[in-house]
């Protein structure tokens, strides 16, 4: 498995002994697009990353299967609405290219279910690792700022991921009670510990916000 030293950025650090990974866009629309960037340099380093968002499109249970009350796996297959899809879009761009990848998919909903839907997806995919991303600056928001977009998407998924590494040292980060390892059906280890990183923007400030991954472009591109 490549190394990530190259790259200055302590985020690349962090992600050193990562090996299960997720991408997730954490405000919806679009955002899954702006990690793939950091998607494709995870893949042709070794390792096992997986994408998913935040979705703004209708998503009944014809799409695809359904992990979680608030969670469907769309793929290149789904039918949804035509005119705004962009996890399909992507599922499709991806077969496109000779590759079947899964957009997971989460309903537009608060923290509760979305912590729900990420724990499940924990455990399904075996992950160890969640990335949050945005497109925009909404996830660097408090709140009280003017001309603010739509920053409940992205603090909903942040507030999801932060409370879901919470807890024991014995316990998972994204489950609230003991599990026994098994294997998922995605193959590899038996369950770990997943952990959520949250390397902000570049100027590095520590704020528990989601990464701006246009920075990443930028440190790698």
């Known amino acids: 498995m490549s190394s990530l030293h190259g790259f200055e950025l302590p985020f690349f650090a962090e992600l050193e002994n990562s090996q299960r990974i997720l991408i997730a866009g954490a405000g919806g629309g679009f955002d899954v697009f702006t990690g793939l960037p950091l998607y494709f340099l995870l893949k042709a380093s070794g390792r096992d990353a997986y994408l998913a ?18 969670l469907l796996e769309v793929t290149a297959d789904s039918q949804g ?19 079947e990848v899964s957009i997971y998919s989460f309903h ?6 979305l912590l729900a839907g990420y724990r499940e997806l924990v455990r399904e995919l075996n992950l160890d690792t969640v ?4 497109g925009g600056t909404d996830s660097l928001m408090r709140g009280d700022e003017a001309g ?3 920053p409940f998407e992205d603090m909903a998924s942040v ?3 932060r409370i879901g590494r919470r807890g024991k040292r014995s316990r998972s980060e994204f489950g609230s009670q003991e599990r026994k390892p098994r294997h998922s059906r995605a193959g590899g280890n038996p369950e770990q510990t997943p952990r959520a990183i949250h390397c902000l923007d570049f100027r590095l400030r520590g704020n528990d916000v989601a990464i701006l991954a246009r920075c990443l472009v930028r440190a790698y591109l």
Do not use: C, H
């Open 53 to 70: 968002n935040l979705s703004f499109s209708s998503l009944p249970d014809s799409v695809g299967r359904r992990l979680a009350p608030g």
């Open 81 to 99: 609405y035509a005119y705004y899809f962009p996890e399909q879009v992507l599922a499709s761009w991806f077969r496109q290219q000779g590759e």
């Open 108 to 113: 537009r909903m608060g923290v509760k279910p």
């Open 131 to 134: 990335i949050l991303v945005d």
């Open 148 to 150: 603010l977009g739509t």
């Open 159 to 161: 507030a999801a991921v």
